[in-house]
């Protein structure tokens, strides 16, 4: 049963490695960076690309997370992009446009937070999920390589 943010499956990419400590650490890492994108802009990237760059990109469930995120964060960035956009046309014509800034301002950004926090947080219980859309484009890019 698919829900929002999350499935709970297995996929043979971390049935056969068992993380430990760090690299659940690591993992949860990758989707907290999110934080770093409210004060810089750009800081939440630092950690998956880290990962990817890194000897850690070795181990299958660690890489797959943080592409995941990378994915992720370029996901809510054009959503958000998007959304804005739009409330600056619908702005032009009326005042609904502005009405649309204050809550699209405040939801976009803490919907994006919690949804990370919350995929850290099952990152870190070493539980395997997927992202709607995403985890299946990643995992098909697994299996090409």
Known sequence: MRRFFMVEETYAIEKSFELQEQDRALGAFCYGGILLNLV???????????????EKKNTP??????????????????????????????????CLGLLLAIPLGLLLPLACVGAHLYWAYKAYQGQNFTIPFISDFVRKQFQKE
Do not use: D, E, R
Request: hydrophobic share 55%; net charge positive; charged share 0%.
């Open 40 to 54: 810089t802009g750009i800081g939440g990237l630092i950690v998956p690309l880290y990962v990817l760059i890194s």
């Open 61 to 94: 469930p660690l890489k797959l997370h943080a592409i995941q995120s990378l994915a992720s964060q370029g996901g809510f960035y054009i959503i958000t992009v998007l959304a804005w956009g739009l409330v600056q046309i619908i702005s032009n014509f009326s």
